[in-house]
């Protein structure tokens, strides 16, 4: 799949291609070439290849920032058995890359997008302390954006009215539980050792990776008489896994304060609804 400008999905096979299936089997039995392109509109299903292109490369892009925690997580000797599991953690994105492009080719193609890859993954800033640093990458991804996405991946295969698309997102849900779960261990691990700089320094990775999750639902119109706000079949939309917007903006917001923020403050990091009061408002 190349979707983007400098991005590209490829499959070597070989040693390579066994391995990825033997440690993650399954993906072939999921029904493909079920999905009768002739139901939909033209727009619809460009809405849906860009969907599921982006998919792809956020799916690219939290791979690469579990890369750079173990990275860092080894560089700081944490346990080696929470490397291992992130470790671990990188073969599933890798296979959601995998389904989440095989889904846009199916729906007709991948969307032309333009991409910087060097773009991609959590940045951190110079010369960070690695156990920091090992924090806030977990902290970002897997407490504040795996926190969220898990509920909202549940709920879209609960909708999806095509097994196709409702098999994607149980799989990957089924998969990127414990990634949501594993960012506190590694939060937990760093604050036995933090100083209130470092708590703080957390507390704004938060603060600012929370705010990033109102453009989730930011805008969102819901249509009527059967119809979405951007002229689709309800029905059409429900097959192909989306929430209707409604619901979606409902969900998202109630998530972001329950899955998201609350825990936050359990783990011991002083963030509150106080402080992403605007992003719930949006």
Known sequence: ??????????????????????????????????????????????????????????EYATAISFGRL??????????????????????????????????????????????????????????????????????RVSCVGEAFSLPMLRAMAKAARHPLPRALFARIAREEAPHARAGALVVGWYLERAGAAGVEHLRAAAIDEIRTLSAYWA???????????????????????WLE?????VLARRVTAERVVRPLADMGIPVGLDDVREVLAA
């Open 1 to 58: 799949m190349t979707g983007a400008a400098g991005f590209s999905v490829e499959w070597l096979g070989d040693l390579a291609g066994r391995v990825v299936r033997r440690r993650r089997a399954g993906i072939g039995e999921l029904g493909w070439g079920t999905i009768d392109r002739r139901r939909y509109s033209d727009r619809l299903l460009a809405q849906a290849q860009r969907s599921w292109t982006e998919s792809a490369i956020s």
């Open 70 to 139: 173990v990275g860092l997580l080894l560089e700081a000797r944490a346990p080696i058995d929470l490397s291992g599991m992130f470790a671990d953690f990188i073969l599933d994105e890798i296979v959601h890359v995998e389904m989440s492009a095989r889904m846009a080719m199916e729906l007709g193609g991948a969307a032309p997008m333009e991409l910087d890859p060097k773009t991609l993954g959590v940045h951190l800033g110079a010369d960070i302390d690695p156990a920091l640093g090992a924090a806030e990458i977990a902290l």
């Open 219 to 241: 805008g969102l119109r819901s249509g009527s008489d059967g119809m979405s706000a951007a002229g689709h079949p309800v029905e059409h939309v429900l097959e192909l896994g």
């Open 245 to 249: 917007a409604s619901d979606y903006a």
